[in-house]
């Protein structure tokens, strides 16, 4: 059996574990099913001897975070990052590439001669003739890294985290963090009484995973996440009035996000190319 049909096989296998939890536990808070997909849909078998350049493990990964959005409820705009923030763990194809260097370590360090003189002839001479040097490769300019502080350091894992949290910002982090606390006011696990209601946690909910390259989004939303921090941690109910009186204000512009949008660029473009308009079209 070839590298895609294997692969191709665990996706099967991979979406009926999901179907199947779902199924049984569709009915508990998201939260919860999360937990459930991590402890029975993750076990990844055979994943450490994939080719990580073989087109079919993408396919996975897209399996992987269309099973997040069904966990979580999401809509299928949620971007990627998102998902493995709110889960807490690192994206499926890293916990792959970890997992493949981690076995090809363990081939390094066995205690047989003849197969630790194998993994290091596959690695350090075959290359890419070789699946091992090959994925060793791979992982190696993904996370711009030589092969031999992958093999040697011994802490690969948090080598990976780190260079995957270079490419977050610190506005992303706390996006993802504020969706996580809405998802969990939506299904019941906290609540903020007499400030937001369950429909308005939807609208957060459908639009916050949208306006993350808007230009006013962050100050907008890290505004309403640092008074709802401040509301849950330290019980102010002068942030609490705060944030009733200003509601529906915050509302408007999250429902009008796309005007907003279109106005800053027209404003950016009549400074840039000196356009005759500056708005053409108005907040309702």
């Known amino acids: 059996m070839s590298d895609e049909q294997d692969i191709l096989h665990r996706h099967s296998a991979f979406i009926g574990q999901v179907n199947s939890v779902l199924c049984f536990f569709g009915k508990l808070p998201s939260v919860v099913k999360a937990r459930l997909f991590h402890s029975y849909c993750t076990s990844f078998y055979g994943c450490i001897l994939w080719d990580l350049s073989c087109n079919a493990v993408g396919t996975f990964c897209t399996a992987w975070r269309k099973s997040i959005r069904r966990d979580w409820n999401l809509l299928n705009q949620a971007h990627g990052y998102l998902l493995s923030l709110m889960c807490g763990c690192l994206p499926v194809y890293d916990q792959i590439c970890l997992r493949s260097v981690n076995f090809v370590r363990s081939c390094i360090n066995h205690k047989s ?31 711009s890294r030589a092969v031999e502080d992958l093999l040697f350091n011994r802490t690969v894992r948090n080598v990976v985290a780190s260079c995957l949290e270079q490419h977050l910002s610190y506005e992303q982090i706390e996006m993802a963090a504020l969706l996580q606390e809405c998802l969990l006011i939506r299904d019941g696990l906290a609540h903020l009484p007499d400030v937001f209601t369950v429909s308005d946690m939807h609208v957060f909910i459908r639009y916050l995973y949208l306006l993350m390259f808007c230009l006013f989004c962050p100050s907008v939303f890290l505004s309403v996440f640092f ?7 330290y019980n102010n109910l002068d942030f609490c009035c705060f944030i009733a009186m200003y509601r529906q204000s915050i509302l408007h512009l999250v429902v009008n996000w796309k005007v907003v949008a279109i106005n800053i660029w027209y404003f950016i473009a009549k400074i840039l190319f000196k356009t005759p308009s500056l708005f053409v079209c108005d907040i309702k």
């Open 227 to 233: 008074v709802l921090r401040v509301r849950v941690i």
């Open 113 to 143: 001669t003849l197969v630790k003189s194998v993994a290091r002839y596959g690695i350090f001479c075959s290359r890419f003739s070789s699946p091992a040097g090959r994925n060793m490769l791979c992982c190696a300019q993904r996370y």
